[in-house]
């Protein structure tokens, strides 16, 4: 790979991994506002009842988080990408965000270009209201734009040391200052160049609506191959986020991508008897919850008769994961290494499925796990998701994961969990194996060693699964005394270690701070 594809790789993780700041709180934003949808279900619960009070409450409380995901991004993605004083920028974000919708409002003041309202609302104007300022409708793009600028303008100017009384105002203080003309240059240019980027996205989406099946299949399959790039996060979340995914008028509000279209109808089942055509980009989970198993069963029928305790305590755990959460990786990254074929199968199933359910309109609310998907769609009408439909293709999926994967790991002789030839796997024994996940201090110090020690570290970050790690050295890095601390997997990345933990990672992530700050 050349230097410039290296760069631009290393760019877009990086990217990819700010981003996740503000994506990690989604999931749970969106099951409290799924509860709410439920609790105010006048056909479940009456309406002078306490519990509809406090479903109206809480839908009142959190709504508001999605109608500002400009804010969060721009907050989450600039604190991600800064390289220090990570706190004041997230303050600095905040403060020019809002800037921004001053500019920006005054600019359409001053030129005229303040829309006049239909019916009352701005929805389809190009413009939109946030915390009381008109502006150019944006969305999410605008959170995004911003965090970037304000983090690259930040580890430009903040170590630049101002003389005399000037030093005052150094730092993420010189940050604000440089970004002023910035944020008027932004105010002022979007109002002329955002028209433009809606035609292109309102025809991006009209292509992958105009693609049918087809455009599903694209999605489904990309959104899975890119995982161990951790590249996937630029597949899904234009969807799930943004007009990309679609937009839908609701209340003469407008409410964009896939996650907040489902909510919506969650609050209003009677918008359209059918799901919106958003949701055909909303069942990757399937192969959570249905696919991951067969193959799991596979592999556990496929071990040796000597190994099947073994294999079952490596994939019990991690299928549990997947299918009540929608967490993969601990499962995927027990094959995905053994055999890339198996992935590309696996890539490919997922997308298959996915495309079988646009050909039925199956659209219920399927991108993650058991949890979420009966919370999401139990609720709402049958005949709207019909999501029974969901459950007898992945029953089928289920099927044809395990016959396809059980036949390949027979027929290549694959090494998949209990198949190895040492007899020294990656669980010990469940009494070694608890002791030392027991001991926390012990794992933590297992984990240092296995990045080549704490000055071989340069920078610890993480996303939903997978602590990531800037080295300086990748020679001192070892993959088995990181796996011996619990790790499904390792990914190596130039200088970028990956190391799959799970689901908590996040506990791993504070473990190996703490260590980093005592030591």
Not at 314 to 319: E, K, N
Not at 336 to 350: D, E, K, Y
Not at 361 to 388: C, D, H, K, Q
Not at 439 to 445: G, M
Request: with cysteine; glycine share 10%.
């Amino acid at each position: 790979m050349s230097a410039i594809r290296q760069h631009a790789l290393e760019n877009m993780q990086k990217f990819s991994r700010a981003m996740i700041g503000a994506v990690l709180f989604l999931p749970v934003i969106g099951l409290i506002l799924a509860l709410s949808s439920v609790l105010t279900n006048p056909t479940l619960i009456s309406e002078t009842s306490f519990l509809h009070q406090l479903g109206q409450l809480l839908g009142d409380t959190f709504w508001p988080l999605f109608g500002n995901l400009g804010l969060l991004f721009c907050v989450g993605i600039s604190y991600g990408l800064a390289k220090d004083k990570k706190t004041e920028v997230a303050l600095v974000s905040v403060m020019c965000f809002i800037m921004f919708l001053g500019a920006n409002h005054s600019w359409l003041e001053h030129t005229h270009g303040i829309a006049e309202k239909i019916n009352g609302e701005y929805y389809g104007t190009g413009q939109t209201q946030i915390l009381g300022f008109v502006v150019i409708d944006m969305g999410v793009f605008l959170g995004i734009i911003l965090g970037c600028t304000i983090a690259w303008v930040h580890n430009k100017v903040s170590t630049i040391e101002l003389p005399g009384a000037l030093s005052m105002y150094g730092g993420a203080k010189l940050t604000l200052v440089a970004m002023t003309p910035v944020i008027i240059f932004y105010a002022i240019a979007f109002t002329w160049i955002w028209p433009f980027m809606t035609h292109g996205i309102a025809a991006l989406t009209g292509f992958m609506k105009n693609a049918g099946v087809a455009g599903v299949f694209v999605y489904g399959f990309f959104e899975k191959f890119l995982i161990p790039t951790g590249l996937h996060h630029f597949v899904w979340s234009p969807f799930q986020l943004t007009q990309i995914g679609g937009t839908l008028n609701v209340d003469g509000q407008v409410v964009s991508g896939t996650q907040a279209i489902f909510l919506a109808y969650m609050r209003h089942p009677d918008l359209t008897p059918v799901m919106n055509d958003a949701l055909r980009f909303s069942q990757q989970g399937m192969t959570t919850i249905f696919g991951l198993a067969g193959a799991s069963l596979a592999f556990y029928h496929t071990a040796k008769p000597e190994k099947k305790m073994l294999a079952k305590a490596i994939l019990l755990p991690a299928i549990i994961t997947s299918m009540l959460t929608g967490i993969t990786e601990p499962i995927e990254f027990t094959f995905l290494f053994v055999s890339p074929l198996l992935w590309v199968i696996h890539a490919t199933l997922t997308a298959a499925s996915q495309a079988i359910c646009d050909i039925f309109t199956v659209r219920p609310w399927g991108a993650s796990g058991l949890i979420e998907f009966l919370i999401y769609n139990l609720p709402l009408p049958v005949s709207l998701t019909r999501w029974p439909g969901y459950v007898l293709i992945g029953i089928g999926q289920f099927a044809v994961y395990y016959v396809i994967f059980r036949t390949l790991v027979v027929k290549l002789n694959l090494k998949t969990p209990g198949r190895e030839d040492d007899e020294n796997v990656k669980l010990y024994s469940k009494a070694d194996y608890r002791k030392k996940m027991n001991d926390k201090s012990a794992v933590t110090d297992e984990i240092i060693n296995g990045l080549g020690g704490k000055d071989n570290i340069i920078s610890v970050d993480n996303c939903f699964t997978r602590l990531r790690v800037a080295i300086k050295n990748m020679d001192l890095v070892d993959d088995d005394i990181l796996k011996s601390t619990g790790a499904n997997g390792v990914v190596r990345n130039r200088n970028e270690v990956q190391v799959i933990y799970g689901v908590k990672v996040g506990q791993v992530r504070s473990r190996v701070d703490s260590w980093l700050a005592e030591n």
